[in-house]
């Protein structure tokens, strides 16, 4: 039988030295999804809509088919909004931008994720330089029926939202 673990300590420690540089990152934490994606089916709506790619095409589950997304008309701010149909506990939000048939990203770097109390939207989370196609956002749960995506601005390419798909834990 080997001795593995003195092996291990100094690969253990050697990345510890190379995290302080800042030369390698090493999570701490990983974050998994809850099974129960709320917005699954919910009333969606939203501040415009390009061609036939309506809000609803957001919370339909398909984060493949490129007729499956809710496209914004051009220029910001933008937003859409899901109704869960009851109060629920949310702490999580997932969001799936367009990828096309090249592999280029047309993401959102700036955006809110709000929810609504008394008929007045809150900020929980303001996401103000996002570089990835699907963003995972957890935040101290709240409490709501409404949430609701502000979109603020894209690449220089994404003059409009082009959303895949947007998930609610």
Excluded at 137 to 143: M, T
Excluded at 148 to 160: M, S
């Amino acid at each position: 039988m080997r001795n593995t673990k003195g092996k291990t300590a100094i690969v253990l420690f050697l990345l510890a030295i190379l995290s302080i540089q800042g030369c390698v990152y090493i999570p701490t934490e990983v974050v998994e999804k809850p099974k129960v994606n709320l917005a699954l089916g919910a009333a969606a709506t939203a501040s415009s809509v390009y061609l036939h790619f309506t809000p609803d095409r957001a919370v339909d589950g398909d984060k493949e088919d490129q007729n499956s997304r809710w496209l914004s008309e051009p220029g910001y701010p933008q937003w859409i909004s899901v109704d869960l149909g009851q109060r629920e506990t949310i702490h999580m939000v997932a969001l799936y931008f367009f990828v096309n048939e090249h592999g280029f990203v047309y993401y959102n770097t700036e955006y809110e994720i709000q929810y609504s109390e008394e008929g007045t939207w809150k900020t929980i989370l303001h996401v103000e330089d996002n570089q990835l196609q699907a963003p995972v956002h957890s935040f101290p749960p709240v409490v709501a029926q409404q949430i609701r995506i502000l979109f603020h601005k894209g690449i220089p390419q994404a003059d409009l939202v082009r959303l895949y798909e947007l998930e609610i834990y």
